[in-house]
T-cell receptor, first 114, second 114 residues
């Protein structure tokens, strides 16, 4: 069964600190892996997209890694800011019928405190 | 920057009533999607639409649901006879296709069924 599991469920860190969020998946056939940021009551916003051949990708203070062999990904946030408080969702897609179908993780709720 | 828009932002309806949720995708996109997120749960895929027809739907998307692209710009989700368990955030997304993986999400419509 196609599944995406994330850990931790929630995380509290102090402003300026770094953190790493984890994602494990069992999705096949794998197309790509995305990390989204979702503010409360808003739609998800894409942070990174990685294909099978990519093992790291950065977007500002966000760096995602992908190990396609172990089917694991991580999202590292450096020098956290209060505005980083949000849910971070790992999404794995597979290509079916000409489009990408997305399997969502439950997300990690990050709270950055001053 | 072009974005996906959704109306209304919040819809309250009584059980058994029909609702229509509206989305305006990004203008040159070819693939359209609806997702829902029950409060506190993960985002779930409902349906994808391409070339004026449904290309895939999940088990959630039963006969009570229908989608339409009535005028080449709007993309609608209709729920014929709402149930209490239909209360959720409904997100529309669109994507360019043609090898582009990205899906752009709208801000969502919060549907409350009483």
């Amino acid at each position: 069964k196609n599944q995406v599991e994330q850990s931790p469920q929630s995380l509290i860190i102090l402003e300026g600190k770094n953190c790493t969020l984890q994602c494990n998946y069992t999705v096949s056939p794998f197309s790509n892996l995305r990390w989204y940021k979702q503010d409360t009551g808003r739609g998800p916003v894409s942070l990174t997209i990685m294909t099978f051949s990519e093992n790291t990708k950065s977007n500002g203070r966000y760096t995602a890694t992908l190990d396609a062999d172990t089917k694991q990904s991580s999202l590292h946030i450096t020098a956290s800011q209060l505005s980083d408080s949000a849910s971070y969702i790992c999404v794995v897609s597979f290509f079916s019928g000409g489009y990408n179908k997305l399997i969502f993780g439950a997300g990690t709720r990050l709270a950055v405190h001053p | 920057e072009p974005e996906v828009t959704q109306t209304p932002s919040h819809q309250v309806t009584q059980m058994g009533q029909e609702v229509i949720l509206r989305c305006v995708p990004i203008s040159n996109h070819l693939y359209f999607y609806w997702y829902r997120q029950i409060l506190g749960q993960k985002v779930e895929f409902l349906v994808s639409f391409y070339n004026n027809e449904i290309s895939e739907k999940s088990e959630i998307f039963d006969d009570q649901f229908s989608v339409e692209r009535p005028d080449g710009s709007n993309f609608t989700l209709k729920i014929r006879s709402t149930k209490l368990e239909d209360s959720a955030m409904y997100f529309c997304a669109s994507g360019g296709g043609g090898g582009s993986y990205e899906q752009y999400f709208g801000p969502g419509t919060r549907l409350t069924v009483t």
